[in-house]
C-alpha cells in the first residue's frame, strides 16, 4: 500500500498531486539534520542524528488507514484521523531505542521528542499535562480520566490499523535508515509512556536549573526545525540559499553619502562610529553581551549595523558559520524608516535588485508581503512562509516578533527560533519594554548568547539595567563624553498643574509662528482636545498624529512633518507617544504631559536633534482631568504610567531646568531607582514556567510561557476598517469580492494574503462599545476578523484631522 502525507487538488477538487509520506519524512529530516549540523551549539553533529530520527518519525501516524482515508477522500471516523499522539508516542519508542548520550541533558532526547512532536501542528502546552503518568497507566486508571481515555482508546485503535501495515511501514524505515520493529512498539506502547513519566519526573524535580533550561533550548531548536522544514516541504518551497554581505558596505556607503562633515555633530557620529569600528574589531568573540550606548542623533542606526557586519565577517573567518543579523526595534514606524534606509545601503550590490529576499525582509503585522529571489517575486503564500521563517541575511523586525518567539508558545512564532540561533541579534530602544521584564529579558539574552552561540548588540541613548555589571561589552569608549558635550535642549518643569485648557493657553503664550512645535499628550482623549483648542489659533500648519487616525495617515503625516522641518518650516505637531522613539524628525520647541524619564528624554530626542549647541526647549506639564478639581487633583499620566514612573519623574523634575549634558546621569539615577521600585515578580514566574516547559494550559489563574505579554492586552478593544475615500472602498470592494465571497479555501487565503497589506493601511483599533454602537446606525458590516465603517457614514464617526470620534465622557483613551 502507499501512503501518503500531503495532496493538492485543483479548483474542482480532483487530486493534481500527491506526496508519498516516505519522501516528506526523508526531506524534512534530512533538512533538519543539515541545518542543525552547522550550527554554533555543542554536539552540533550528534544533535543533528537526534533531530533525523525525530524528523523521520514526527508523521508516524498518518500511515494509518484512517488518516489516508481523511486526506484522499475527506472522510472522517471520528478523531482516528488525528496522527499528534500516536506520532509522538512512536517519536518517544525511537529515540529510547535508537538514541544515546552521556550529556545529562540530552538523555532526555526521547521526552522532549515526544512532547514536541506532540505539538508540531498547534501551540505548545504544558509538559507536566501532556505525559500520562504512571498512576494513570497503573492497570489502566487513565480509564476514569475523560481527556486520557479518550485519546488512549483512539491510540489503541490506531495501533489495531496500524498492525495491517507492519511490513509496508517496516520497509520505509528500513529505506530510512532505521530498522525497527512495529511489532513492539504496538506491544510495549505502555512501557513507552511509563518510560516518558519517568524522564518528566526527573527532569521536573531532581535536575538542576542549568540543565532544564539546556533541555528546553534543545527542545525549543528541534521543534522550530521541525514545524518549519515541515510546512516547506509541505508548500513545496525551497530553503533559501545564503548570501555574502561585505563588511565594508556601510563604511562605503558613508563615504559617498557623508563626504565632508559640515557640522560638529557630524564630527561627533564619525567619533561615535570610529570607536565603536575599533571595539567590535578588537573584542574577543568569547565576548557575546555589547552596549551600544549614544545620544539621540548620533547615527546608532548606521552604526550599529556597521558593527554587527564586521562582526559576522570576524565570525565567518574565525568561527565558519555566518550569522544573520536581527535588527529588532520597538515600533513598526520606525522599522519602515530603518529598512528604507538598509535596502538603500545593500542596493550598492548589483546581486541585490534581483535577489531582494535573500538579503533582507521586514517582518511586522503592518508590512506588505514581497520575496524575490533569482529575479522571480514568490507567491504571496511562499512569501510569507519565507518572511515568516526569516529567510534572510538580515531580517528588520518588532520586539513582538522576537521575543514572542524567544519566549513563546505559539507554533506560528516558533517556527523561526531556529534561523535565531547563532544569529546577531541589534535590539534598538530596548528600554520600550516594561521594566518588569527586565529580568527576564537578562536571562533570555544570556542564555540565547551562552548555549545558542547569539551575539547581542544592545543599542540606545538611554542605557537601561538589562545586562547585569561586567557582563557586557560597551561599544563606544566613554560614552558620557559624548552626552556631556551636547547642550541642544533643556528640560524646563513647569511646577504647577493644570487642565488641558489651560495648556492650550499655555502654548499660545510660547507660540511666535516662527518655529516648529511638538506637543506629546499621553491620552488620545486630551491630544484631541488639545488640537481642537489651538487649531483656530494658529496661522502655520497643524497636524494630528495618534493611532486614532489610520496607518496610512499616519506615515504619510510622519514624512509631511520631516519635510517641514527639514525645509526649517514652521508647524505644530500634536501627539501621542508614537513620535517617541527613532521617529526621524526635528522640531524647535517641545512640550510634553509628564511621564517615565526614560519617556521625557526620548521625546527631547526630537528637539535639536541635528545642532549640538542651541537652544532647545522641552517645557514638561503636569495635566489633570478638570473633574478632578476640588477632589484632590490626580495626574492624567498616572492612569497610564501608574504611580511609580510618575513619583521618579516627579522627584527628578523638582530640581527645575535641566541641560542636556546631565541627561546621562540623570537616566541611569532613574533606571537605578526604578528596578528597585517596581516589582518584577512577573520575570521570574515567567521564567519558572519557562524553565518547566509549562507554555500554555487551560487553567487562566497559573502563570505560564503565554503569559508573557509586551503590549497591554486590549479585550475589549475592536478593529474597524475605516473606509477614507475612494481608493479604500476600492480595496473594500476587491476584498469582498475575492476573499468575503470566495468559496474555494485556497483562493481565499491567498486572496486574504494579498489584501493583508491593503487592508491594515486603514485599519484602527477602538473600544467594542463604539464599534457596537455604530450598528444601529448601519454604519458598519462586519466581517469575521474586523467591522467595516463605509464612505458615506464617514462623517458621522470618522474626522479626517482626529480620526474617530469617540464621547467625550469616556474616561482614557490610551495611545
Not at 45 to 71: N, P
Not at 596 to 603: A, E, G, T
Not at 750 to 774: N, Q, T
Request: aromatic share 10%.
Amino acid at each position: 500500500m502507499e501512503f501518503y502525507s500531503h495532496i493538492t487538488k485543483d479548483e474542482q477538487g480532483n487530486i493534481t498531486r500527491k506526496k508519498l509520506l516516505e519522501n516528506h519524512l526523508r526531506e524534512v529530516a534530512a533538512q533538519m539534520e543539515r541545518s542543525i549540523v552547522g550550527m554554533p551549539i555543542d554536539g552540533a553533529a550528534d544533535v543533528a542524528k537526534a533531530a533525523y530520527l525525530m524528523g523521520i518519525s514526527h508523521d508516524f501516524g498518518k500511515f494509518t488507514t484512517y488518516f489516508q482515508r481523511y486526506l484522499l477522500h475527506g472522510s472522517k471516523d471520528g478523531s482516528l484521523h488525528f496522527h499528534g499522539f500516536i506520532s509522538a508516542v512512536f517519536v518517544g519508542y525511537v529515540m529510547q531505542k535508537f538514541w544515546h548520550s552521556d550529556k545529562p541533558h540530552e538523555t532526555y532526547m526521547p521526552l522532549i521528542s515526544y512532547f514536541f512532536v506532540l505539538h508540531h501542528h498547534g501551540n505548545l502546552g504544558s509538559l507536566e499535562d501532556d505525559v500520562l503518568t504512571k498512576s494513570l497507566l497503573k492497570g489502566g486508571a487513565y480509564a476514569t480520566d475523560k481527556r486520557w481515555s479518550d485519546k488512549i482508546n483512539i491510540f489503541k485503535t490506531q495501533l489495531d490499523d496500524i498492525k495491517l501495515h507492519v511490513h509496508d511501514i517496516e520497509q520505509c524505515y528500513r529505506d530510512l535508515g532505521v530498522d525497527i520493529s512495529v511489532n513492539e512498539f504496538i506491544a510495549n506502547w505502555e512501557d513507552i509512556l511509563r518510560k516518558l513519566d519517568l524522564q518528566r519526573y526527573k527532569l521536573m524535580n531532581k535536575e538542576s536549573s542549568d540543565v532544564r533550561i539546556r533541555v528546553l533550548m534543545l527542545g525549543l531548536m528541534m521543534y522550530s526545525e521541525l514545524i518549519d522544514n515541515d510546512k516547506m516541504d509541505a508548500a513545496q518551497v525551497e530553503i533559501s540559499q545564503r548570501k555574502v554581505l561585505p563588511a565594508d558596505i556601510i563604511d562605503t556607503y558613508r563615504m559617498k553619502k557623508f563626504k565632508n562633515p559640515a557640522k560638529p555633530l557630524d564630527e561627533m557620529r564619525n567619533s561615535i562610529y570610529q570607536s565603536v569600528m575599533s571595539s567590535i574589531e578588537n573584542a574577543p568573540l568569547s565576548q557575546h553581551l555589547f552596549t551600544l550606548t549614544a545620544p539621540t542623533g548620533s547615527g546608532k542606526t548606521l552604526t550599529g549595523l556597521s558593527a554587527a557586519l564586521k562582526l559576522r565577517a570576524r565570525i565567518e573567518q574565525r568561527l565558519g558559520y555566518s550569522p544573520r543579523i536581527i535588527y529588532s526595534l520597538p515600533f513598526t514606524s520606525i522599522i519602515d524608516q530603518n529598512y528604507d534606509v538598509i535596502k538603500e545601503i545593500l542596493s550598492q550590490m548589483d546581486d541585490f535588485n534581483g535577489n531582494e529576499g535573500l538579503y533582507l525582509v521586514k517582518h511586522h503585522h503592518l508590512s506588505e508581503l514581497s520575496y524575490t529571489r533569482q529575479g522571480e517575486e514568490e507567491p504571496l503564500d511562499k512569501a510569507l512562509m519565507l518572511i515568516e521563517s526569516w529567510q534572510a541575511e538580515i531580517v528588520v523586525t518588532t520586539f513582538i516578533q522576537l521575543f514572542y518567539t524567544l519566549v513563546g508558545y505559539r507554533n506560528k512564532f516558533l517556527k523561526k527560533y531556529h534561523n535565531i540561533i547563532g544569529s546577531i541579534i541589534v535590539l534598538d530602544e530596548i528600554q520600550n519594554v516594561g521594566v518588569e521584564y527586565w529580568p527576564l529579558i537578562n536571562k533570555v539574552m544570556n542564555i540565547m548568547a551562552s548555549e545558542m552561540g547569539c551575539y547581542i548588540i544592545l543599542m540606545t541613548a538611554t542605557k537601561p539595567l538589562i545586562f547585569e555589571d561586567g557582563s557586557s561589552m560597551e561599544l563606544v569608549k566613554a560614552p558620557e563624553q559624548y552626552f556631556k558635550k551636547l547642550d541642544r535642549v533643556s528640560l524646563l518643569p513647569i511646577p504647577i498643574t493644570m487642565t488641558v485648557d489651560e495648556m492650550a493657553d499655555k502654548f499660545m503664550d510660547i507660540y511666535d509662528g516662527e518655529h516648529s512645535y511638538l506637543v506629546v499628550m499621553n491620552t488620545i482623549k486630551s491630544s484631541i482636545q488639545l488640537y481642537d483648542l489651538i487649531k483656530d489659533r494658529i496661522d502655520i500648519p497643524i497636524l494630528y498624529l495618534s493611532t486614532n487616525i489610520i496607518p496610512k495617515h499616519r506615515n504619510q503625516r510622519i514624512k509631511e512633518i520631516k519635510e517641514h522641518t527639514d525645509r526649517h518650516e514652521p508647524i505644530v505637531v500634536i501627539s501621542t507617544q508614537v513620535v517617541e522613539a527613532g521617529v526621524d524628525i526635528d522640531m524647535d520647541v517641545v512640550m510634553r504631559d509628564i511621564g517615565p524619564v526614560d519617556s521625557i528624554i526620548q521625546v527631547a530626542g526630537r528637539c535639536k536633534r541635528s545642532s549640538m549647541d542651541d537652544d532647545g526647549k522641552v517645557y514638561v506639564y503636569k495635566l489633570v482631568d478638570k473633574k478632578d478639581e476640588g477632589k484632590g487633583e490626580t495626574l492624567l499620566a498616572k492612569r497610564i504610567y501608574g504611580s511609580i514612573h510618575c513619583m521618579l519623574a516627579l522627584k527628578m523634575l523638582e530640581r527645575g531646568t535641566i541641560s542636556e549634558h546631565a541627561f546621562y546621569d540623570m537616566i541611569n539615577e532613574y533606571f537605578n531607582e526604578l528596578t528597585f521600585s517596581e516589582s518584577q515578580q512577573i520575570s521570574d514566574d515567567i521564567w519558572e514556567a519557562f524553565e518547566h516547559l509549562r507554555f500554555s494550559k487551560d487553567e487562566s489563574d497559573i502563570v505560564t510561557v503565554s503569559s508573557f505579554s509586551l503590549i497591554d492586552n486590549r479585550p475589549n478593544y475592536a478593529d474597524v476598517f475605516i473606509e477614507i475615500d475612494d481608493e479604500a472602498r476600492d480595496i473594500w470592494e476587491a476584498y469582498s469580492e475575492n476573499v468575503l465571497a470566495q468559496n474555494d479555501e485556497a483562493k481565499r487565503r491567498e486572496a486574504r494574503l494579498r489584501f493583508k497589506g491593503k487592508l491594515d493601511a486603514y485599519i484602527i483599533s477602538v473600544p467594542d462599545k463604539l464599534a457596537m454602537g455604530l450598528q444601529p446606525n448601519m454604519a458598519v458590516s462586519k466581517d469575521k476578523t474586523f467591522w467595516r465603517l463605509p464612505l458615506e457614514g464617514l462623517d458621522l464617526f470618522y474626522d479626517i484631522e482626529t480620526g474617530f470620534k469617540r464621547s467625550l465622557d469616556m474616561e482614557v483613551w490610551m495611545a
